[in-house]
């Protein structure tokens, strides 16, 4: 059953499955309607009882190539970080299994929202990538939270350096359960949803919930001070607006290292 009120996502329902599909062309980007749809879907989902696993999946070209780089001016930017924060609050609190397919770009935020998911599919052609310290920025959510997947030396390669890698990587960095050619990302992600269809939507609820009580609690408080680092310190240095204003200028930056 397809949900037609939105216009930056593709929200379907076929219990037990729930499917979020970014749909922004070209390359997914995150804008703010984006956040506020998916926070919609993701309420609407957590309230359907039949609902027990969601999917987060893109386009061929681009599972999401990132959170709006505009929406990172000072008027806007704590408006951002509040809606698009909210989904990742919303993911941990939940009780439903997460899923992302991955295909195409999948960076920044967009990389956030399928390292955020319970199990991960990626093609093996796929870019992953966290770009914004080449922004003057830093991604608050992998900051908290990459270090548990994928550990303390790898997240900070990845953070601090902002280099690219494949689906294979990705998998072998354990960012992805498995990684496939883009052909094969489709079927694997039936046969993963065929096996979760047979299992108890309860006990899958349980065992999430159990799985994460730890993990959850300290990800609030890592991300309420993540945040506060953000928009307290990090935006207010010159660096940091000169990043976002050289992409959007399309030039490159001039660091002051102030």
């Known amino acids: 059953m397809p949900h037609d009120s939105y216009s930056r996502i593709l929200y379907t329902f076929r219990p037990p499955v729930a499917q979020i599909t970014l749909n922004h062309p070209p390359v997914n980007v995150i804008d703010i309607p984006m956040m506020e749809e998916i926070g919609s879907a993701l309420a609407e989902a957590e309230s359907l009882a039949e609902i027990a696993v969601v999917v987060f999946s893109g386009s061929e070209?681009?599972?999401?190539?990132?959170?709006?780089?505009a929406a990172h001016t000072p008027e806007r930017i704590e408006e951002m970080l509040t809606k698009f924060h909210a989904i990742f609050?919303?993911?941990?609190?939940s009780r439903k299994v997460f899923v992302a397919a991955v295909r195409g770009n999948c960076q920044g935020g967009g990389a956030e929202v399928a390292?955020?998911?319970?199990?991960?599919?990626?093609?093996?052609?796929?870019?992953?990538k966290f770009p914004e310290i080449s922004l003057g920025c830093f991604p608050p959510v992998a900051a908290v939270a990459l270090a548990s997947v994928v550990g303390?030396?790898?997240?900070?390669?990845?953070i601090l350096t902002a280099r690219k890698m494949d689906g294979l990587e990705a998998r072998m960095m354990r960012l992805a359960n498995s990684a496939v050619p883009d052909h094969q990302v489709e079927e694997t992600l039936d046969q993963l949803l065929s096996r979760l269809r047979t299992l108890s939507p309860a006990a899958l609820a349980a065992a999430k919930k159990a799985m994460y009580a730890w993990d959850s609690m300290h990800f609030d408080k890592g991300l309420a001070r993540a945040e506060k680092i953000y928009l307290e310190e990090l935006m207010k240095t010159e660096d940091a607006r000169e990043g976002i204003q050289a992409?959007?200028?399309?030039?490159?930056?001039?660091?002051?290292?102030?």
């Open 89 to 93: 609050r919303a993911m941990v609190s």
């Open 152 to 158: 303390q030396k790898q997240a900070a390669d990845l």
């Open 61 to 69: 070209r681009a599972f999401s190539a990132g959170v709006d780089i």
């Open 247 to 258: 992409f959007l200028e399309k030039r490159a930056p001039g660091w002051k290292g102030k």
């Open 115 to 128: 390292m955020m998911c319970d199990l991960v599919i990626t093609s093996e052609s796929a870019t992953w």
